[in-house]
T-cell receptor, first 115, second 113 residues
């Protein structure tokens, strides 16, 4: 079984401030980990993913996340928030299931960026 | 290249009625997935097609939901009869090969009154 916990359904940051969105997972097998973003009226877009190898993963739009196995965490960060980062962010864990990704999502975190 | 498209974007129906949602995957993507997000909760997997075959339908909530993918191209998800708890956003995603990144559509927001 696998599950994802996102701490904080709403996060507010000032423009230019650090963005930190928290995600903890549980998985019985080595996980694949993802962060997706959903802008208003758009589909989910993959920000970044961890499969194997380097634990610090860089994604689009200046975001990055670090896989910490000992903490079962995959927190998303960005050094400086931009107004365009306002969106809903979903952490997800996946595993191979017969050769395809079976993905379990968290409940999402809405990021508000204050000018 | 066009992305995953879904129709309609919004649907409001009364309890007991039937609704059919449509998903057009990215051309050439054999894998098609349906997900649902009930308000405030997580996005949950419903089922997975490989071409026209159902690979995994373990997430389908009950037999009021019927998914089809005739010809292995677009897919429909029918809810009949709809209940209040079926309200939510239904997402479709597709991928080119198994295990690859899934590309999501914008979702269909279903409201059952």
């Amino acid at each position: 079984a696998q599950s994802v916990t996102q701490l904080g359904s709403h996060v507010s940051v000032s423009e230019g401030a650090l963005v930190l969105l928290r995600c903890n997972y549980s998985s019985s097998v080595p996980p694949y980990l993802f962060w997706y973003v959903q802008y208003p009226n758009q589909g989910l877009q993959l920000l970044l993913k961890y499969t194997t190898g380097a634990t610090l993963v860089k994604g689009i739009n200046g975001f990055e996340a670090e896989f910490k196995k000992s903490e079962t965490s995959f927190h998303l960060t960005k050094p400086s928030a931009h107004m365009s980062d306002a969106a809903e962010y979903f952490c997800a864990v996946g595993r191979d299931s017969g050769g395809y990704q079976k993905v379990t999502f968290g409940t999402g975190t809405k990021l508000q960026v204050i000018p | 290249e066009a992305g995953v498209t879904q129709f309609p974007s919004h649907s409001v129906i009364e309890k007991g009625q039937t609704v059919t949602l449509r998903c057009d995957p990215i051309s050439g993507h054999d894998n098609l997935y349906w997900y649902r997000r009930v308000m405030g909760k997580e996005i949950k997997f419903l089922l997975h097609f490989v071409k026209e075959s159902k690979q995994d339908e373990s997430g389908m909530p009950n037999n009021r939901f019927l998914a089809e993918r005739t010809g292995g191209t677009y897919s429909t998800l029918k809810v009949q009869p709809a209940e209040l708890e079926d309200s939510g956003v239904y997402f479709c995603a597709s991928s080119q090969v198994q295990g690859a990144e899934q590309y999501f559509g914008p979702g269909t927001r279903l409201t059952v009154t």
